[in-house]
């Protein structure tokens, strides 16, 4: 049974920086692409941005370019975001996902298999 598992989120104030982390387990392939998503307050879920994980290109969401970064370190199974620069906009539920067909892709129901979220506000 393949599970995601995110650690990392807190509460941080404006302008600094969190670094999320992914572990997976029970995978018996190696994803297509992984992928951040987030849910702000009362909204839906929303492309962060998603790395392909035999060759580490990396796609962001306009609103994160150049303030977050998606690595993956693939021999310990594990995706990580590095969020610099965070804004109360920032604030919501992060979530880490995975698609073993994919390629590239920010579209929610692309990825099936999908962490439990973590929290992350940004207080101003």
């Known amino acids: 049974q393949i599970q995601l598992v995110e650690f990392g989120g807190g509460v941080v104030q404006v302008g600094g920086s969190l670094r999320l982390s992914c572990a997976a387990s029970g995978l018996t392939f190696s994803p297509r692409t992984a992928g951040w998503f987030r849910q702000p307050p009362g909204r839906e879920r929303e492309f962060v941005g998603s790395?392909?994980?035999?060759?580490?290109?990396?796609d962001y969401a306009d609103s994160v370019k150049g303030r977050f970064t998606v690595s993956a370190d693939n021999a310990k199974n594990t995706l990580y975001l590095q969020m610099n620069g965070l804004q109360p906009e920032d604030t919501g539920v992060y979530y880490c996902?995975?698609?073993?067909?994919?390629?590239?892709?920010?579209?929610?129901?692309?990825?099936?298999?999908w962490g439990q979220g973590t929290q992350v506000t940004v207080s101003p």
């Open positions: 790395i392909t994980w035999n060759s580490g290109s990396a």
């Open positions: 996902a995975a698609t073993r067909w994919r390629l590239r892709s920010s579209t929610v129901s692309d990825y099936a298999y």
